[in-house]
Protein backbone atom coordinates (compact mmCIF):
# COMPACT_ATOMS: atom_id res chain seq x y z
CA UNK A 1 0.00 0.00 0.00
CA UNK A 2 1.37 3.64 -0.92
CA UNK A 3 2.03 5.73 2.04
CA UNK A 4 0.28 8.53 0.42
CA UNK A 5 -3.08 6.32 0.35
CA UNK A 6 -5.37 7.62 2.69
CA UNK A 7 -6.06 3.99 5.13
CA UNK A 8 -9.94 3.67 6.31
CA UNK A 9 -10.70 3.11 9.56
CA UNK A 10 -11.84 -0.55 9.27
CA UNK A 11 -8.32 -1.35 8.61
CA UNK A 12 -7.04 0.43 11.43
CA UNK A 13 -9.01 -1.32 13.79
CA UNK A 14 -8.01 -4.29 12.24
CA UNK A 15 -4.61 -3.95 12.53
CA UNK A 16 -4.61 -2.59 16.18
CA UNK A 17 -6.30 -5.94 17.03
CA UNK A 18 -4.07 -8.02 15.16
CA UNK A 19 -1.18 -6.45 17.00
CA UNK A 20 -3.13 -6.54 20.02
CA UNK A 21 -3.91 -10.46 19.73
CA UNK A 22 -0.05 -11.15 19.13
CA UNK A 23 -0.35 -12.36 15.54
CA UNK A 24 0.89 -9.40 14.20
CA UNK A 25 3.38 -7.02 15.75
CA UNK A 26 3.75 -3.65 15.59
CA UNK A 27 6.91 -3.41 13.18
CA UNK A 28 5.69 -5.96 10.80
CA UNK A 29 2.22 -4.14 10.54
CA UNK A 30 3.92 -0.73 9.74
CA UNK A 31 6.12 -2.39 7.01
CA UNK A 32 2.86 -4.34 5.44
CA UNK A 33 0.67 -0.99 5.43
CA UNK A 34 3.16 1.50 4.83
CA UNK A 35 3.44 3.75 7.53
CA UNK A 36 5.85 3.99 10.70
CA UNK A 37 5.80 1.94 13.90
CA UNK A 38 4.73 5.11 16.05
CA UNK A 39 1.79 5.30 13.80
CA UNK A 40 0.60 1.99 14.49
CA UNK A 41 1.22 2.66 18.42
CA UNK A 42 -0.63 6.08 17.77
CA UNK A 43 -3.85 3.80 16.77
CA UNK A 44 -3.73 1.13 19.43
CA UNK A 45 -3.48 4.17 22.23
CA UNK A 46 -6.37 6.03 20.32
CA UNK A 47 -8.45 3.18 20.10
CA UNK A 48 -7.77 2.01 23.49
CA UNK A 49 -9.01 5.15 24.60
CA UNK A 50 -11.46 6.79 22.60
CA UNK A 51 -12.58 2.88 20.58
CA UNK A 52 -13.56 2.90 16.48
CA UNK A 53 -14.65 6.76 17.00
CA UNK A 54 -10.40 7.58 17.60
CA UNK A 55 -9.89 5.77 14.23
CA UNK A 56 -11.64 7.79 12.33
CA UNK A 57 -10.26 10.89 10.20
CA UNK A 58 -12.05 14.00 10.98
CA UNK A 59 -13.41 16.76 8.70
CA UNK A 60 -11.66 19.12 11.22
CA UNK A 61 -9.26 19.97 13.81
CA UNK A 62 -10.40 19.13 17.30
CA UNK A 63 -10.62 21.37 19.54
CA UNK A 64 -8.54 20.77 23.22
CA UNK A 65 -9.54 22.91 25.95
CA UNK A 66 -6.41 25.42 27.36
CA UNK A 67 -5.90 23.60 30.31
CA UNK A 68 -5.81 19.90 28.94
CA UNK A 69 -3.34 20.97 26.92
CA UNK A 70 -1.28 22.82 30.17
CA UNK A 71 -1.78 19.50 31.76
CA UNK A 72 -0.53 18.07 29.20
CA UNK A 73 2.51 19.70 28.80
CA UNK A 74 3.33 19.58 32.70
CA UNK A 75 2.95 16.54 32.86
CA UNK A 76 5.24 15.22 30.12
CA UNK A 77 7.94 17.88 31.72
CA UNK A 78 7.63 16.53 35.19
CA UNK A 79 8.21 12.86 33.38
CA UNK A 80 5.49 11.34 34.14
CA UNK A 81 5.73 9.60 30.87
CA UNK A 82 6.71 9.49 27.12
CA UNK A 83 5.13 11.82 24.26
CA UNK A 84 2.87 8.55 23.02
CA UNK A 85 1.83 8.05 26.56
CA UNK A 86 1.17 11.79 27.13
CA UNK A 87 -0.95 11.80 24.45
CA UNK A 88 -2.70 8.23 25.48
CA UNK A 89 -3.89 9.62 29.18
CA UNK A 90 -5.28 13.24 27.50
CA UNK A 91 -6.45 11.53 24.29
CA UNK A 92 -4.43 13.92 22.21
CA UNK A 93 -4.78 13.16 18.56
CA UNK A 94 -0.63 12.54 17.65
CA UNK A 95 2.74 13.54 19.16
CA UNK A 96 3.41 16.30 17.13
CA UNK A 97 0.50 18.19 18.57
CA UNK A 98 1.56 17.79 22.23
CA UNK A 99 5.07 18.77 20.75
CA UNK A 100 3.46 22.65 18.99
CA UNK A 101 1.90 22.91 22.74
CA UNK A 102 5.41 22.22 24.66
CA UNK A 103 6.78 24.67 21.98
CA UNK A 104 4.13 27.14 23.07
CA UNK A 105 5.09 26.87 26.87
CA UNK A 106 8.68 26.98 26.56
CA UNK A 107 8.62 30.00 24.86
CA UNK A 108 6.93 31.41 28.07
CA UNK A 109 3.25 31.72 26.52
CA UNK A 110 -0.24 29.97 27.26
CA UNK A 111 -3.01 28.64 25.33
CA UNK A 112 -5.22 31.09 25.50
CA UNK A 113 -5.42 32.45 21.71
CA UNK A 114 -6.55 30.59 18.96
CA UNK A 115 -4.43 32.19 16.05
CA UNK A 116 -0.73 32.99 17.42
CA UNK A 117 -0.14 29.56 19.00
CA UNK A 118 -0.17 31.38 22.78
CA UNK A 119 -0.23 34.57 24.17
CA UNK A 120 2.13 35.97 26.66
CA UNK A 121 2.20 34.54 30.63
CA UNK A 122 0.46 37.65 32.45
CA UNK A 123 0.91 35.95 36.11
CA UNK A 124 4.18 34.82 36.39
CA UNK A 125 5.12 35.77 39.69
CA UNK A 126 8.30 37.87 40.69
CA UNK A 127 11.14 36.12 42.48
CA UNK A 128 13.74 37.14 44.94
CA UNK A 129 17.74 36.08 44.48
CA UNK A 130 17.74 33.71 46.64
CA UNK A 131 14.53 31.84 45.04
CA UNK A 132 16.30 31.43 42.19
CA UNK A 133 19.30 30.40 43.60
CA UNK A 134 17.58 27.88 45.47
CA UNK A 135 15.49 26.58 42.11
CA UNK A 136 18.21 26.71 39.89
CA UNK A 137 20.16 24.33 42.31
CA UNK A 138 17.67 22.47 42.91
CA UNK A 139 17.16 21.78 38.96
CA UNK A 140 20.60 20.69 38.88
CA UNK A 141 20.57 18.06 41.29
CA UNK A 142 17.31 16.90 39.91
CA UNK A 143 19.00 16.16 36.70
CA UNK A 144 17.50 19.56 34.91
CA UNK A 145 14.16 18.63 35.28
CA UNK A 146 12.90 21.97 34.14
CA UNK A 147 9.21 20.98 34.31
CA UNK A 148 9.19 19.40 37.74
CA UNK A 149 10.64 22.64 39.11
CA UNK A 150 8.89 24.96 37.56
CA UNK A 151 5.91 23.45 38.24
CA UNK A 152 6.62 23.07 42.14
CA UNK A 153 7.78 26.66 42.41
CA UNK A 154 4.60 27.94 40.65
CA UNK A 155 7.43 29.92 37.52
CA UNK A 156 7.61 28.67 34.44
CA UNK A 157 9.98 26.42 32.35
CA UNK A 158 11.59 29.10 30.63
CA UNK A 159 12.46 30.88 33.63
CA UNK A 160 13.75 27.99 35.22
CA UNK A 161 16.00 26.54 32.21
CA UNK A 162 17.26 30.45 32.25
CA UNK A 163 17.90 30.83 35.41
CA UNK A 164 19.58 27.35 35.56
CA UNK A 165 22.07 28.27 32.33
CA UNK A 166 22.76 31.89 34.16
CA UNK A 167 23.78 29.71 37.41
CA UNK A 168 26.31 27.75 35.31
CA UNK A 169 27.73 30.41 33.66
CA UNK A 170 28.06 32.95 36.26
CA UNK A 171 27.39 31.36 39.58
CA UNK A 172 24.93 33.34 41.55
CA UNK A 173 26.24 36.43 40.65
CA UNK A 174 24.03 35.32 36.85
CA UNK A 175 20.86 35.36 39.16
CA UNK A 176 21.22 39.06 39.74
CA UNK A 177 17.90 41.36 38.92
CA UNK A 178 20.13 44.14 37.04
CA UNK A 179 17.07 45.41 34.95
CA UNK A 180 17.14 49.25 35.52
CA UNK A 181 20.37 49.47 36.22
CA UNK A 182 23.01 51.52 34.47
CA UNK A 183 26.16 49.57 32.82
CA UNK A 184 28.44 51.13 33.95
CA UNK A 185 27.26 51.13 37.63
CA UNK A 186 27.33 47.22 37.58
CA UNK A 187 29.95 45.17 38.90
CA UNK A 188 31.36 42.87 36.48
CA UNK A 189 31.13 38.89 36.54
CA UNK A 190 33.08 37.90 33.83
CA UNK A 191 36.25 39.69 31.67
CA UNK A 192 33.32 40.55 28.81
CA UNK A 193 31.55 42.57 31.12
CA UNK A 194 34.43 44.44 32.84
CA UNK A 195 35.59 45.29 29.16
CA UNK A 196 31.87 46.30 28.55
CA UNK A 197 31.70 48.03 31.35
CA UNK A 198 35.03 50.33 30.96
CA UNK A 199 34.00 50.73 27.62
CA UNK A 200 30.69 52.22 28.22
CA UNK A 201 32.72 54.46 31.22
CA UNK A 202 34.99 55.60 28.56
CA UNK A 203 32.13 56.95 26.46
CA UNK A 204 30.49 58.92 29.20
CA UNK A 205 34.13 60.28 30.24
CA UNK A 206 34.61 61.44 25.68
CA UNK A 207 30.94 62.41 25.83
CA UNK A 208 31.01 64.55 28.99
CA UNK A 209 35.02 66.28 27.88
CA UNK A 210 32.82 67.17 24.54
CA UNK A 211 29.91 68.86 26.03
CA UNK A 212 32.84 70.57 28.46
CA UNK A 213 34.93 71.60 25.67
CA UNK A 214 31.72 73.05 23.72
CA UNK A 215 30.45 74.87 26.53
CA UNK A 216 34.30 76.33 27.38
CA UNK A 217 33.72 77.56 23.21
CA UNK A 218 30.70 79.17 23.51
CA UNK A 219 31.91 81.20 26.68
CA UNK A 220 35.05 82.36 24.96
CA UNK A 221 32.65 83.02 22.16
CA UNK A 222 30.56 85.19 24.31
CA UNK A 223 33.64 87.30 25.77
CA UNK A 224 35.21 88.08 22.74
CA UNK A 225 31.43 89.90 21.58
CA UNK A 226 31.50 91.27 24.89
CA UNK A 227 35.21 92.68 24.59
CA UNK A 228 34.11 93.90 20.74
CA UNK A 229 30.97 95.58 22.26
CA UNK A 230 33.07 97.80 24.54
Known sequence: MSRKSKISAAIKEQTVK??????????EAAHRIGV???TIQSWSYRYASEGSDGL????????????????????YLSGKGSQ???CNIFHIRSES??????KVYNSGKDFTHKMSG?????????TTLEERIKIAK???ENENNYGAIALKYGVSYQQVRSWVQKYKQLGEAGLEDRRGQLKREQTPRTELEKAQIEIENLKREL???????????KLQEIERRDALDK
Do not use: F, H
Open 18 to 27: LCSAGKLSRR
Open 36 to 38: DVK
Open 56 to 75: KDSDSNRIYPPELKRQAVLA
Open 84 to 86: SEI
Open 97 to 102: QLRSWI
Open 118 to 126: GSRMKDTRK
Open 138 to 140: ECI
Open 207 to 217: YLAEVENRVLK
